[in-house]
């Protein structure tokens, strides 16, 4: 490892094999580091198993059973991405890859994705964005939100057949760069090549170069306020019998107008027993601006970043290194070996600036270390450029400095400041900044450095102070220069700064434009947010230009942020048919479709169901008119009739009174959705009476399966057309009978019923009818299976299983009645068959009146006696058909059945019986019953009959009527 004053510190902080990581698994392929936070191992002995080691933690390895093809924890978060064949089924011999995200402290699967192509790389390029490399392309997968991958670019040809080993973006995500490596030429075949591809997303553009390894920093130029990005790549190739490495620090994107960074290039000089070692890593310290480049054989190159100077090189692993991420917060590297060490670089604070001052006597490069890093080690180099005084220096330089404690040269300047003793000059301010920035500040203010004073205090937030201090030098700043000198520095200062001139009496000194394109140009979109959403609070509407300003931004870069800010209706002045396609464009669907008014936009946007909330989707349906509503819901429906289906039955549910219930239902009918019909109706059956719409739920929910709620309503419900409800069932021929029982039990279809079941071979829905549902409709059942011709055995069963609760008279009847229908269906002409016939289609009351009138064989006689106590009107019928004068004339006498007599008397013009009648009037007379004597008369007398003529009938009616 490096000596101890050497300007960087190897210190190996873990050994993978120390917490049970076989050294199978210490490779490319199974290990994952993607930040300073966590290394992630894959095993796949003895157990399928993912290994998340937590740097804070090392020795307690979270160890989880999960199979996957590769594993990468987030770099800020305890999130983790899975990518592999074993997670869901999938067709044999296909090349795709399933892809997962976890939250491991929510326990909750954030995203799934089935990629169609095979990823050969992936890698978290930002902690919200995966990039993932394919044999032919990249793509890009945000964790927010539903949004799948994609795609960025294609791989260039010179990646063809190469092993993708990295894959960067540059802090504003406009440059990307793909690095792979392959075998060498056929001349030097150990020397592995190095490619590169550098993409421009502005451009949509590629430049294929030659490289092994490469990474991006910002950069300030001179002159410039913005920083410039620059990308540094180390490449190792043989040309010509001649290995050529050199280190290259290029700036992308010059900004026009602007001070541009000059190219730099350096060799990397490789020890003769390295000559076929290759760098295999790139990183950039952006606490020191220093470049690391580490080869495969554990060479570490250290340059400076904005010159390309050669600053250290030394061998910091005997073993392969194959790993290394960025360690951010200390400005150095961790790296991975083959023993699997785990090794932190880190800058040697007190020796770097000697080192750099003396070994390499290069006393301006130690300056702007000391500058940049805030270093120690250069006061000497303070004291050579300004003070002539070197033996007194000498002296304050001698005593040794404790940890924590002020320097004494720092002192002594302190002293002669105080005793202004020291001429104050900005130069002399500047350069005391570099160690110390309160002393620093003094100088300015004696040396009357005012622009260097306001900086200073912008610097230190203290912005109340610079306007105190500019109205007691009578300055007036430059606020725009200022505000922008700010921005390199502390962007959220710069945001409080400007939040305070827009509070300045008389008004903002700069335009509120002027500051958010400030912000914009650097990128800086949440600092321009948070400025912009303070300002425009009062919500006037000459802000409407910048109200429009703020969602576009956000709409495209951060719509989580825009889709917050509409929520809170805080603007109401802004460009809404703008915003509106910007929010369909970033998905934000619900947004849209609040800001659009004409239907066909409404309809082109409404059918992204999968990415609006359904809730919110359904309180929309309640701002449209009904006929845009209706026209929207069918849209859906055409569009993806089960996955929408549940928000039409929600919507029709709420809105049923406005939308209507007949065009909710027709609606439903018309996709022939008897789901929908089902939920519909289902919310609305217990208000209703109407017959209709009890049938339709009955349909819709046999239709669909639910055979208990069809049991329910047909049970309870007392709305339904019987004959249609009944019809339906037996077409529908349920799989369960109880509905058809139910209806046909209520509504006497007991016939029906039993025929139905018969039929459809459901004996046992006829056993439970009779034995449990209502047992004295035994009879009925009996009936008709007799009448249906079932086998003897079964009705005697059923019979004997209802037992107590038969009724026997009826079920004799029953059976009695099928025995004579058979024998009179033979053709039987017996009288006493069609006697017995007759008595039991009277007792059953089974349209007698058309057996008594239409039978030409039973005896009148026998069958009107057996009417006369039942019915004597039918004994009447019975005697009539039979010309039986003296039981007509007795039973019609006996009842007071005297029309009915009359009528027959009449009919028969006999004379013979006439005497009868006349022994009826005498017995009316006799009676005192004049009223029934005279309805008599008026039917013998008055109606075309034999007896019309009679003078003694007619004298007795006139006298009668007297």
Same mark, same amino acid.
């Given at each position: 490892?490096?000596?101890?004053?050497?300007?960087?510190?190897?210190?190996?902080?873990?050994?993978?094999?120390?917490?049970?990581?076989?050294?199978?698994?210490?490779?490319?392929?199974?290990?994952?580091?993607?930040?300073?936070?966590?290394?992630?191992?894959?095993?796949?002995?003895?157990?399928?198993?993912?290994?998340?080691?937590?740097?804070?933690?090392?020795?307690?390895?979270?160890?989880?059973?999960?199979?996957?093809?590769?594993?990468?924890?987030?770099?800020?978060?305890?999130?983790?991405?899975?990518?592999?064949?074993?997670?869901?089924?999938?067709?044999?011999?296909?090349?795709?890859?399933?892809?997962?995200?976890?939250?491991?402290?929510?326990?909750?699967?954030?995203?799934?994705?089935?990629?169609?192509?095979?990823?050969?790389?992936?890698?978290?390029?930002?902690?919200?964005?995966?990039?993932?490399?394919?044999?032919?392309?990249?793509?890009?997968?945000?964790?927010?939100?539903?949004?799948?991958?994609?795609?960025?670019?294609?791989?260039?040809?010179?990646?063809?057949?190469?092993?993708?080993?990295?894959? +960067?973006?540059?802090?504003? %995500?406009?440059?990307?760069? =793909? #690095?792979?490596? &392959?075998?060498? @030429?056929?001349?030097?075949? *150990?020397?592995?090549?190095?490619?590169?591809?550098?993409?421009?997303?502005?451009?949509?553009?590629?430049?294929?170069?030659?490289?092994?390894?490469?990474?991006?920093?910002?950069? +300030?130029?001179?002159?410039? %306020?913005?920083?410039?990005? =620059? #990308?540094?790549? &180390?490449?190792? @190739?043989?040309?010509?019998? *001649?290995?050529?490495?050199?280190?290259?620090?290029?700036?992308?994107?010059?900004?026009?107008?602007?001070?541009?960074?000059?190219?730099?290039?350096?060799?990397?000089?490789?020890?003769?027993?390295?000559?076929?070692?290759?760098?295999?890593?790139?990183?950039?310290?952006?606490?020191? @601006?220093?470049?690391?480049?580490?080869?495969?054989?554990?060479?570490?190159?250290?340059?400076?970043?904005?010159?390309?100077?050669?600053?250290?090189?030394?061998?910091?692993?005997?073993?392969?290194?194959?790993?290394?991420?960025?360690?951010?917060?200390?400005?150095?590297?961790?790296?991975?070996?083959?023993?699997?060490?785990?090794?932190?670089?880190?800058?040697?604070?007190?020796?770097?600036?000697?080192?750099?001052?003396?070994?390499?006597?290069?006393?301006?490069?130690?300056?702007?270390?000391?500058?940049?890093?805030?270093?120690?080690?250069?006061?000497?180099?303070?004291?050579?450029?300004?003070?002539?005084?070197?033996?007194?220096?000498?002296?304050?330089?001698?005593?040794?400095?404790?940890?924590?404690?002020?320097?004494?040269?720092?002192?002594?300047?302190?002293?002669?400041?105080?005793?202004?003793?020291?001429?104050?000059?900005?130069?002399?301010?500047?350069?005391?900044?570099?160690?110390?920035?309160?002393?620093?500040?003094?100088?300015?203010?004696?040396?009357?450095?005012?622009?260097?004073?306001?900086?200073?205090?912008?610097?230190?937030?203290?912005?109340?102070?610079?306007?105190?201090?500019?109205?007691?030098?009578?300055?007036?700043?430059?606020?725009?220069?200022?505000?922008?000198?700010?921005?390199?520095?502390?962007?959220?200062?710069?945001?409080?700064?400007?939040?305070?001139?827009?509070?300045?009496?008389?008004?903002?000194?700069?335009?509120?434009?002027?500051?958010?394109?400030?912000?914009?140009?650097?990128?800086?979109?949440?600092?321009?947010?948070?400025?912009?959403?303070?300002?425009?609070?009062?919500?006037?509407?000459?802000?409407?230009?910048?109200?429009?300003?703020?969602?576009?931004?956000?709409?495209?870069?951060?719509?989580?942020?825009?889709?917050?800010?509409?929520?809170?209706?805080?603007?109401?002045?802004?460009?809404?048919?703008?915003?509106?396609?910007?929010?369909?464009?970033?998905?934000?669907?619900?947004?849209?479709?609040?800001?659009?008014?004409?239907?066909?936009?409404?309809?082109?946007?409404?059918?992204?169901?999968?990415?609006?909330?359904?809730?919110?989707?359904?309180?929309?349906?309640?701002?449209?008119?009904?006929?845009?509503?209706?026209?929207?819901?069918?849209?859906?429906?055409?569009?993806?009739?089960?996955?929408?289906?549940?928000?039409?039955?929600?919507?029709?549910?709420?809105?049923?009174?406005?939308?209507?219930?007949?065009?909710?239902?027709?609606?439903?009918?018309?996709?022939?959705?008897?789901?929908?019909?089902?939920?519909?109706?289902?919310?609305?059956?217990?208000?209703?009476?109407?017959?209709?719409?009890?049938?339709?739920?009955?349909?819709?929910?046999?239709?669909?399966?639910?055979?208990?709620?069809?049991?329910?309503?047909?049970?309870?419900?007392?709305?339904?057309?019987?004959?249609?409800?009944?019809?339906?069932?037996?077409?529908?021929?349920?799989?369960?009978?109880?509905?058809?029982?139910?209806?046909?039990?209520?509504?006497?279809?007991?016939?029906?019923?039993?025929?139905?079941?018969?039929?459809?071979?459901?004996?046992?829905?006829?056993?439970?009818?009779?034995?449990?549902?209502?047992?004295?409709?035994?009879?009925?059942?009996?009936?008709?299976?007799?009448?249906?011709?079932?086998?003897?055995?079964?009705?005697?069963?059923?019979?004997?299983?209802?037992?107590?609760?038969?009724?026997?008279?009826?079920?004799?009847?029953?059976?009695?009645?099928?025995?004579?229908?058979?024998?009179?269906?033979?053709?039987?002409?017996?009288?006493?068959?069609?006697?017995?016939?007759?008595?039991?289609?009277?007792?059953?009351?089974?349209?007698?009146?058309?057996?008594?009138?239409?039978?030409?064989?039973?005896?009148?006689?026998?069958?009107?006696?057996?009417?006369?106590?039942?019915?004597?009107?039918?004994?009447?019928?019975?005697?009539?058909?039979?010309?039986?004068?003296?039981?007509?004339?007795?039973?019609?006498?006996?009842?007071?059945?005297?029309?009915?007599?009359?009528?027959?008397?009449?009919?028969?013009?006999?004379?013979?019986?006439?005497?009868?009648?006349?022994?009826?009037?005498?017995?009316?007379?006799?009676?005192?019953?004049?009223?029934?004597?005279?309805?008599?008369?008026?039917?013998?007398?008055?109606?075309?009959?034999?007896?019309?003529?009679?003078?003694?009938?007619?004298?007795?009616?006139?006298?009668?009527?007297?």
């Amino acid at each position: 490892m490096a000596a101890a004053n050497a300007p960087i510190t190897m210190k190996e902080v873990l050994t993978l094999p120390a917490i049970g990581i076989g050294p199978q698994f210490i490779t490319f392929t199974n290990v994952t580091m993607e930040s300073d936070k966590y290394i992630c191992v894959r095993e796949t002995a003895p157990q399928n198993s993912v290994v998340i080691i937590d740097m804070n933690m090392p020795m307690q390895p979270l160890r989880r059973p999960i199979t996957a093809d590769s594993a990468l924890m987030n770099p800020n978060s305890r999130i983790l991405a899975l990518k592999g064949h074993s997670f869901e089924a999938q067709l044999p011999g296909t090349t795709q890859d399933h892809l997962q995200i976890f939250n491991i402290e929510m326990k909750a699967k954030m995203k799934s994705y089935q990629m169609p192509e095979q990823i050969v790389f992936w890698k978290w390029i930002t902690p919200k964005m995966l990039g993932m490399v394919t044999q032919t392309s990249v793509y890009h997968w945000s964790i927010e939100g539903d949004s799948e991958p994609m795609k960025m670019f294609e791989r260039t040809a010179n990646l063809q057949s190469n092993q993708i080993i990295n894959y +960067k973006c540059d802090p504003s %995500e406009k440059w990307l760069v =793909l #690095i792979g490596i &392959a075998p060498g @030429s056929p001349e030097r075949q *150990q020397l592995v090549k190095g490619n590169m591809q550098l993409f421009s997303v502005d451009q949509q553009r590629s430049q294929a170069l030659e490289a092994h390894a490469a990474s991006f920093a910002q950069f +300030k130029v001179p002159g410039n %306020e913005n920083p410039s990005t =620059l #990308i540094s790549f &180390a490449t190792k @190739s043989f040309n010509a019998g *001649q290995i050529t490495s050199k280190l290259h620090v290029i700036e992308l994107g010059a900004q026009p107008g602007k001070p541009s960074f000059t190219k730099k290039q350096a060799d990397l000089f490789f020890p003769p027993d390295f000559a076929d070692d290759f760098p295999v890593a790139m990183q950039i310290s952006h606490k020191y @601006s220093l470049i690391y480049a580490i080869t495969k054989l554990g060479l570490l190159f250290v340059y400076d970043l904005e010159t390309a100077t050669a600053v250290y090189r030394n061998r910091i692993s005997p073993d392969p290194i194959f790993l290394t991420a960025e360690a951010s917060t200390v400005g150095g590297f961790y790296a991975i070996n083959r023993r699997g060490q785990v090794l932190l670089a880190t800058v040697n604070e007190a020796m770097i600036v000697p080192f750099v001052s003396g070994q390499l006597n290069n006393l301006e490069l130690a300056v702007n270390l000391a500058k940049r890093g805030n270093l120690p080690g250069a006061e000497n180099l303070v004291v050579q450029r300004i003070l002539r005084t070197p033996d007194t220096v000498a002296k304050f330089q001698s005593v040794p400095v404790q940890p924590g404690q002020t320097p004494p040269l720092l002192q002594y300047f302190g002293t002669l400041l105080t005793k202004d003793k020291l001429e104050c000059t900005e130069e002399l301010g500047d350069l005391v900044k570099t160690v110390d920035n309160d002393l620093a500040l003094k100088i300015y203010i004696k040396a009357r450095a005012t622009p260097k004073v306001v900086a200073a205090f912008a610097e230190r937030r203290e912005f109340d102070k610079i306007l105190i201090y500019s109205k007691q030098v009578g300055y007036a700043p430059d606020y725009l220069f200022l505000l922008q000198t700010i921005l390199r520095t502390d962007p959220q200062g710069a945001v409080n700064f400007a939040l305070m001139m827009s509070q300045m009496e008389g008004g903002c000194p700069v335009d509120y434009n002027t500051i958010t394109d400030l912000f914009l140009q650097r990128n800086l979109i949440r600092e321009a947010t948070a400025f912009l959403l303070d300002v425009l609070k009062p919500n006037l509407a000459e802000h409407g230009y910048l109200q429009t300003k703020v969602l576009e931004i956000n709409l495209v870069t951060f719509p989580n942020v825009a889709d917050a800010i509409l929520a809170n209706g805080m603007f109401g002045h802004y460009d809404r048919p703008r915003i509106g396609q910007l929010c369909e464009k970033a998905g934000l669907y619900i947004r849209a479709l609040q800001h659009y008014t004409d239907l066909p936009d409404i309809k082109r946007v409404i059918v992204n169901t999968h990415a609006i909330e359904p809730q919110a989707l359904v309180e929309f349906f309640g701002t449209l008119s009904r006929e845009w509503a209706l026209e929207c819901m069918k849209d859906l429906l055409l569009v993806n009739l089960r996955g929408n289906l549940q928000i039409i039955v929600q919507t029709a549910k709420e809105y049923c009174e406005q939308l209507g219930v007949d065009a909710c239902v027709k609606l439903f009918e018309q996709f022939k959705s008897y789901e929908g019909l089902y939920f519909f109706l289902g919310s609305y059956l217990s208000s209703s009476e109407d017959p209709d719409i009890h049938f339709k739920y009955i349909e819709a929910a046999a239709r669909t399966g639910q055979i208990k709620e069809v049991e329910r309503v047909t049970r309870e419900s007392n709305f339904y057309d019987p004959e249609k409800t009944k019809n339906f069932l037996m077409e529908a021929k349920l799989p369960d009978a109880r509905p058809l029982i139910n209806v046909c039990d209520r509504f006497g279809f007991v016939a029906d019923l039993t025929r139905y079941l018969y039929s459809n071979n459901m004996l046992r829905y006829i056993e439970g009818y009779v034995q449990k549902v209502n047992p004295g409709n035994a009879p009925l059942v009996v009936g008709q299976l007799l009448d249906d011709e079932c086998p003897e055995d079964f009705i005697k069963g059923l019979i004997l299983s209802v037992r107590s609760l038969l009724p026997v008279e009826p079920l004799v009847e029953e059976c009695e009645k099928e025995f004579l229908e058979h024998l009179v269906s033979e053709g039987s002409q017996d009288v006493h068959v069609h006697n017995a016939l007759g008595k039991i289609i009277i007792d059953s009351n089974n349209n007698p009146e058309h057996f008594l009138t239409t039978n030409p064989y039973y005896d009148s006689r026998v069958v009107g006696k057996y009417c006369e106590k039942r019915d004597p009107t039918l004994a009447v019928v019975a005697y009539r058909r039979g010309q039986c004068d003296d039981e007509l004339i007795n039973v019609t006498n006996k009842n007071s059945l005297f029309k009915l007599q009359a009528r027959y008397v009449v009919e028969r013009m006999d004379g013979d019986l006439w005497e009868k009648v006349s022994a009826a009037v005498k017995a009316f007379m006799t009676a005192d019953l004049p009223h029934e004597l005279i309805e008599l008369l008026e039917k013998i007398v008055l109606q075309n009959s034999a007896f019309s003529g009679n003078f003694n009938l007619q004298n007795l009616l006139i006298f009668d009527s007297d």
